[in-house]
C-alpha cells in the first residue's frame, strides 16, 4: 500500500511538471512567433535639451532586427542618427520582457493629475503582429510609483540594455 501511495505522487508530480513544461514551451512559442516593431522616444526635461528616437524592426524570419536611432541636441542642432542590427538573442528578450509585464494591458497615460510644461515624457509604441499599443510616462518623478509605472519602466529599461554600445549610453530610466 505503502509502495502505491508513493508511485501515485510520483505520477502526480510528472503530470504537474509535464504541465509546466507544456505551458512553458506555449509562451516561449507564442513569443517566437510575434513579430514586433517598437518606437520609443525620450524628452528630457523641455523640447530645448533634446530628443531620443529609437525604431525596431523585427526581421520577418525572426533571425533579430532593424534598429534606427536618433538624438538631437535641442537648440545646438548636434546630435546623431545611425542604424545597426539586434541580435536575436537581444530581441527575444524585449519580447519576454513584453510579455511578462503585460505591456498591452498597460493604460495609454501613466501620468500626474496636474501635469507641468516640458517635463520628462517617456513614449513606447509597440506592435505585435496586428496589434498596436501606445503607452506614455509623464513627468514620472512626480507621480506615486505604481505597479503600471514599474512594468513600464521595466519594458524601457529591457530595451534601452539591448541597444548596441553607445559612448553616450542609452536613456535608461531616472
Known sequence: MINEE?????????????????????????????????????????????????KIIEFHDSSGAELEFSKSD???????????????????????????????????FIAPDAKGFDMPNYRLKICENDKCHKVQLYQPKSIPESEEMIRFVKVWDKIMRMMPEWPNSWPQYE
Open 74 to 108: 535641442g537648440l545646438s542642432g548636434v546630435g546623431f542618427t545611425g542604424s545597426s542590427a539586434l541580435q536575436k538573442d537581444s530581441l527575444l528578450l524585449i519580447k519576454l520582457s513584453i510579455a511578462k509585464q503585460e505591456y498591452f494591458k498597460l493604460p495609454e
Open 6 to 54: 508513493k508511485e501515485m505522487k510520483i505520477f502526480k508530480y510528472i503530470c504537474l511538471l509535464a504541465i509546466l513544461v507544456s505551458t512553458n514551451a506555449m509562451s516561449q512559442s507564442l513569443v517566437n512567433d510575434s513579430i514586433i516593431t517598437i518606437e520609443a522616444s525620450l524628452s528630457k526635461n523641455a523640447s530645448f535639451q533634446g530628443m531620443w528616437n529609437i
